[in-house]
């Protein structure tokens, strides 16, 4: 095994650029951590020397070498004589230290990390620790029936939708205003029976038949709910217009030496077609009255009268004061808030004294 002077000068060259920057970025880590003013040749330099003695060092041929065929076992022979020995010059190497770092008068220190030492004078002062259970004979929890814990699965569609809307509904903002919400639902033969009342009161066609109907059918108290605040609506509509075309005829001039002529048979007519208008309206407001007399009297109040009574007593009573009323009508809406009055006063009898 030889080797030539070029290929030495290669190898040194780059190990010495190798050292040169591992050494800069020594030098830099040393000027940020503060620890002391380095020079980059003199600790290059001492890399260099120190590496240099701590390295192996190449096996050198010897002149009593010819005859040997094995040249690892030659090497190996070889590498024990010449470790104690320094290399040649012609390797282009020297192991002595470099005489710039010699004349030096205070040389830079290489600092090496020390080893890890344990803290035994803490460790002796700490308090000592719990001590250690004995092993002993177990069984494993999954080995014991019932004691599995239950595997955890993805929630299905049907439980993400659910709980989506379960976080809606406590979102959204309550209602709290729930007069004349209808507290069940409603099915399509009773909306078609209150559709058929309210225009037989409306128009007349049928109402004899819708009113002995009421009068007689079984189960109508759970329409109750439903019909009595519809009739009680129309009637407020139609008393509300009653009203508002009755002032209107009562500031109608009436003195006949008006010197406007024309104004005065204008009033004339406001006030004739106020009393066509009344009249109109007065037919629909006695049938809506004569319904609730009847539902009332062959029916019983049912769970909630205070409501039924604020529903029924003030339609009667409007229709039984209203000065549009025919002489007629009269007894017979009487004869209608009495009969209502006194079932409902002796089923509960602090619902009266409470409407009036």
């Known amino acids: 095994i030889s080797v030539d002077n070029d290929g030495t000068k290669f190898l040194a060259s780059h190990i010495d650029a190798m050292t040169r920057s591992v050494v800069s970025t020594a030098v830099e880590l040393s000027h940020l951590l503060g620890t002391g003013k380095l020079e980059l040749d003199a600790v290059t330099s001492s890399f260099q020397y120190h590496g240099y003695q701590a390295g192996p060092r190449p096996p050198r041929p010897q002149p009593d070498?010819?005859?040997?065929?094995?040249?690892?076992?030659?090497?190996?022979?070889?590498?024990?004589?010449?470790?104690?020995?320094?290399?040649?010059?012609?390797?282009?190497?020297?192991?002595?230290?470099?005489?710039?770092?010699q004349a030096r008068p205070n040389p830079m220190p290489l600092y090496n990390l020390a080893p890890a030492q344990l803290p035994i004078q803490e460790l002796l002062s700490q308090p000592i620790g719990p001590v250690v259970a004995e092993p002993a004979l177990g069984v494993h929890w999954l080995a014991v029936a019932g004691c599995q814990p239950l595997v955890p699965e993805n929630p299905s569609l049907e439980h993400i939708a659910q709980v989506q809307r379960r976080a809606a509904s406590v979102a959204a903002p309550q209602v709290t205003d729930t007069e004349g919400v209808v507290p069940f639902e409603v099915s399509s033969e009773q909306q078609l029976l209150v559709q058929t009342v309210m225009s037989a009161a409306l128009a007349g066609e049928g109402f004899i038949p819708v009113l002995s109907h009421l009068g007689s059918a079984a189960g109508l108290e759970t329409v109750l709910p439903v019909l009595l605040p519809a009739l009680a609506d129309a009637c407020y509509a139609i008393l509300e217009s009653l009203l508002r075309h009755s002032q209107t005829a009562a500031t109608a001039p009436s003195n006949p030496l008006d010197p406007d002529a024309k104004r005065e048979r204008e009033r004339e007519t406001e006030a004739k077609g106020a009393d066509t208008f009344a009249a109109t309206q007065i037919a629909p407001l006695t049938r809506f009255g004569s319904i609730i007399a009847a539902v009332f009297s062959n029916h019983s109040v049912g769970s909630s009268p205070i409501a039924h009574a604020h529903v029924a007593l003030p339609c009667l009573l409007t229709l039984l004061c209203h000065e549009k009323v025919p002489d007629g009508a009269r007894p017979g809406i009487a004869a209608n808030l009495c009969d209502v009055s006194t079932r409902i006063s002796a089923a509960h009898p602090p619902v009266i004294e409470e409407v009036q």
């Open 65 to 101: 070498a010819k005859g040997t065929t094995d040249k690892l076992a030659w090497t190996r022979v070889q590498d024990t004589d010449d470790r104690d020995r320094d290399m040649g010059e012609d390797q282009g190497m020297c192991t002595r230290p470099p005489t710039d770092l």
